[in-house]
């Protein structure tokens, strides 16, 4: 019985510890969308309609990751990255089924958010390109929005 | 979601780091897509407002003809469900289109009752509500947000149960119905703009690939539609071309039948 006890007292603490880590993971994650639709905030006044789905995760410095997008010629768009982990940089970049560069100008970064607009000449898929640029943290969480108008 | 605590800290921290002085992003002019392609996530499905957004930049569509107020059969299989749900979802972006309140919270119940039938409804009773009082005040903007809303928490419930494959077809219903109206009004009123806005092979494969890895849902309806989206690729599939209005009604005619078949009965 007190070995019964002993094993459902670690099982018990096992199941509580992967709880609490599985939570925290994904804190970190909303962390990063509340950061990138903290970005997007000012532009919801011009009218943007920002999606609610989103895309996360978490990177190493350095490393990229792409999502496809179907965009449609006549919508104007903007694609918001943010991370909570204040001291990295991120970018992210809008390119064209063919690869090319596809964002307009005034597309930007600052620290720990980045922004790309594209008002696209064609419909059909993009890729969005979103990096760590740097990082003090080993793994950085991230989070994409969009919006369009 | 962040505890409330954490806002005011948030809100420093964004503020600070937006008033640094903005950099104009750098970035290769160019990158291989092939390589690119290994760590592609998929595609994703855009929200049916998006298509009749920059389809009424194009002008002269009377959205009240594509209103639709038939409630649709009761079904008990939750495929049929997830597919009808995502159908109505659609149905509402369009009733907004036409700024038509009494449609857009019929619709608003509807969702509600489907959800209840599939099971995820906990989350949807405040988003039903929100369409209601936005739709009274003729708020449209809020009621498209609140649409969205809906169909996020919908998926997202059906995530966390790993009902992903019902999620799916969720948004398969939408891009169904976003797609028979997208056709019917480039038919009524054809340019190369507007079908240039079918020009979606990724979507369809996306769906392709979705639908076949779904054998346990033994569904004749289900079948159908890959057959249909089969049918559809190479009329859409056209790279730099025009897609011509013959195949626009073809796919017309496709997806008005399967919108049928969505939402009726078979005998």
């Given at each position: 019985?007190?070995?019964?006890?002993?094993?459902?007292?670690?099982?018990?603490?096992?199941?509580?510890?992967?709880?609490?880590?599985?939570?925290?993971?994904?804190?970190?994650?909303?962390?990063?969308?509340?950061?990138?639709?903290?970005?997007?905030?000012?532009?919801?006044?011009?009218?943007?309609?920002?999606?609610?789905?989103?895309?996360?995760?978490?990177?190493?410095?350095?490393?990229?990751?792409?999502?496809?997008?179907?965009?449609?010629?006549?919508?104007?768009?903007?694609?918001?990255?943010?991370?909570?982990?204040?001291?990295?940089?991120?970018?992210?970049?809008?390119?064209?089924?063919?690869?090319?560069?596809?964002?307009?100008?005034?597309?930007?970064?600052?620290?720990?958010?980045?922004?790309?607009?594209?008002?696209?000449?064609?419909?059909?898929?993009?890729?969005?390109?979103?990096?760590?640029?740097?990082?003090?943290?080993?793994?950085?969480?991230?989070?994409?929005?969009?919006?369009?108008? | 979601?962040?505890?409330?605590?954490?806002?005011?800290?948030?809100?420093?921290?964004?503020?600070?780091?937006?008033?640094?002085?903005?950099?104009?992003?750098?970035?290769?002019?160019?990158?291989?897509?092939?390589?690119?392609?290994?760590?592609?996530?998929?595609?994703?499905?855009?929200?049916?407002?998006?298509?009749?957004?920059?389809?009424?930049?194009?002008?002269?569509?009377?959205?009240?003809?594509?209103?639709?107020?038939?409630?649709?059969?009761?079904?008990?299989?939750?495929?049929?469900?997830?597919?009808?749900?995502?159908?109505?979802?659609?149905?509402?972006?369009?009733?907004?289109?036409?700024?038509?309140?009494?449609?857009?919270?019929?619709?608003?119940?509807?969702?509600?009752?489907?959800?209840?039938?599939?099971?995820?409804?906990?989350?949807?009773?405040?988003?039903?509500?929100?369409?209601?009082?936005?739709?009274?005040?003729?708020?449209?903007?809020?009621?498209?947000?609140?649409?969205?809303?809906?169909?996020?928490?919908?998926?997202?419930?059906?995530?966390?149960?790993?009902?992903?494959k019902l999620s799916q077809l969720v948004s398969l219903g939408g891009w169904l119905r976003g797609t028979e109206v997208l056709t019917a009004v480039v038919t009524k009123r054809y340019s190369e703009e507007g079908s240039e806005l079918l020009h979606q092979p990724d979507l369809l494969?996306?769906?392709?690939?979705?639908?076949?890895?779904?054998?346990?849902?033994?569904?004749k309806l289900l079948q159908d539609i890959h057959a249909a989206l089969v049918e559809v690729r190479p009329l859409i599939d056209v790279g730099d071309a025009h897609i011509p209005a013959a195949s626009v009604k073809k796919i017309n005619d496709i997806t008005t039948r399967l919108g049928?078949?969505?939402?009726?009965?078979?005998?």
């Amino acid at each position: 019985m007190t070995h019964f006890l002993k094993t459902a007292w670690r099982a018990g603490v096992l199941v509580a510890l992967a709880f609490v880590a599985v939570s925290a993971g994904r804190a970190s994650v909303d962390d990063a969308q509340s950061f990138a639709l903290q970005a997007a905030e000012p532009y919801v006044k011009e009218g943007f309609q920002v999606r609610e789905d989103y895309w996360g995760g978490d990177l190493g410095s350095g490393e990229k990751k792409a999502v496809r997008q179907q965009l449609f010629k006549g919508n104007e768009y903007w694609f918001w990255l943010g991370t909570e982990v204040e001291a990295a940089k991120v970018s992210v970049h809008i390119y064209d089924s063919e690869g090319k560069l596809a964002e307009m100008p005034d597309s930007w970064q600052k620290g720990h958010f980045a922004a790309a607009h594209i008002t696209p000449k064609n419909t059909g898929s993009y890729f969005i390109i979103v990096e760590i640029e740097q990082s003090p943290e080993e793994r950085t969480h991230w989070a994409l929005v969009y919006g369009f108008r | 979601m962040i505890p409330f605590a954490k806002i005011p800290k948030l809100t420093i921290a964004v503020i600070a780091a937006l008033s640094l002085p903005a950099q104009a992003a750098e970035a290769p002019k160019h990158v291989d897509v092939k390589q690119l392609s290994k760590k592609v996530e998929d595609v994703v499905v855009p929200l049916p407002n998006e298509v009749f957004g920059a389809l009424n930049k194009l002008g002269g569509v009377n959205w009240r003809e594509y209103v639709r107020n038939d409630k649709g059969a009761n079904f008990t299989e939750r495929p049929r469900i997830a597919l009808l749900l995502g159908a109505v979802i659609a149905d509402g972006f369009i009733a907004v289109q036409a700024e038509d309140a009494p449609t857009v919270k019929e619709i608003g119940q509807r969702v509600l009752n489907l959800s209840k039938a599939i099971g995820v409804s906990s989350s949807i009773t405040a988003h039903a509500k929100a369409i209601t009082d936005a739709a009274d005040r003729r708020n449209w903007a809020s009621v498209r947000q609140e649409l969205d809303r809906t169909q996020n928490s919908v998926q997202q419930a059906m995530n966390e149960v790993h009902d992903e494959k019902l999620s799916q077809l969720v948004s398969l219903g939408g891009w169904l119905r976003g797609t028979e109206v997208l056709t019917a009004v480039v038919t009524k009123r054809y340019s190369e703009e507007g079908s240039e806005l079918l020009h979606q092979p990724d979507l369809l494969n996306y769906f392709e690939t979705r639908l076949q890895s779904m054998p346990e849902f033994n569904l004749k309806l289900l079948q159908d539609i890959h057959a249909a989206l089969v049918e559809v690729r190479p009329l859409i599939d056209v790279g730099d071309a025009h897609i011509p209005a013959a195949s626009v009604k073809k796919i017309n005619d496709i997806t008005t039948r399967l919108g049928d078949a969505i939402t009726k009965k078979t005998p």
